[in-house]
């Protein structure tokens, strides 16, 4: 089912249509508004005054989005298949935090499950498996594989689990930057929650570098367009890690931890990238400062 987002339809004085954020959910009348190059070409994008997220201003359309991701590694399955094991890693990591915290051999749902790279390896150690995702052919093959599956481009259309028959375990990995609208697709995961069940996010967390990327613009227009690109890739938001775990907290959680320790995807990265890492884990713990590249957050359904 086409899931259609419009741009809101009210304008100012100005002629300027409104903006909702589709990070936080703000409207917003004067954002500042830009240009930039990303995996989808250039693009109009916008930085929320509320939650200083850029995000790209372009309507949403779930088929295109389908598309687009049929073009993307994870969305075809040769390639989908291969990204699964350089991913292993992090899905190990991802997958003893949840164990720590008390939910192995849980019922887990993984959002944007692609070619069931998580689910493999959770089912290895004795978790219910489910999965759902905006690709057909993804889900056909994650159903293929025993695990429960679902095409849906929004938690609110998951059929799988209901307040009635919750899940214990929610994991979005790498793909929450693709909502159009997060608020509700939070609220949505809660809904679909058992009381105290358990949201695993590995969040992408480079707006920095977007900034970066921006004030280098006047002196270095080549360094610029490429931070700004490799920050954003084909993502449809950059939201700050603070703002985040506010917004996960709004939508009825409880933050248990937020680390980039295990978030990133393998751990055979060259040196510079495996140093950002450490330096980012030592930022955040001591300073509360974030720059790594994607950070892992482990949040606790709050009892109504
Ligand atoms: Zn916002």
Redesign the pocket.
Known sequence: MANKIAEPSAHDTLGQATVL??????Q?QHPRRFQFESGRGLTPWAR??????Y?MTSSYDSTAETDHSRHMAWGNEDEGAALNQRKRDGFISTLDGIEQLGYGGSKILDVGCSFGGILVEAKKRGFECSGVDIVPEAVAYVQSLGFKGEVCSSLNDCSLFSPQDPVDVISVLDAHIYWPDQPAELRAACRLLRDDGLLVIRAVTKSAFVTAGRFVGSVSPNVSKKLIRRAIADHR?S?PLK?LLK?VETAGFEILNATPKGAQHTNEMPLSARAAYKVGTLLWHGLGVSVSPTTLIFARKKSA
């Open positions: 954020c589709p990070a936080c959910g703000t917003d929320c005054a509320s939650c200083d997220t995000f938001f939201m703002s917004t």
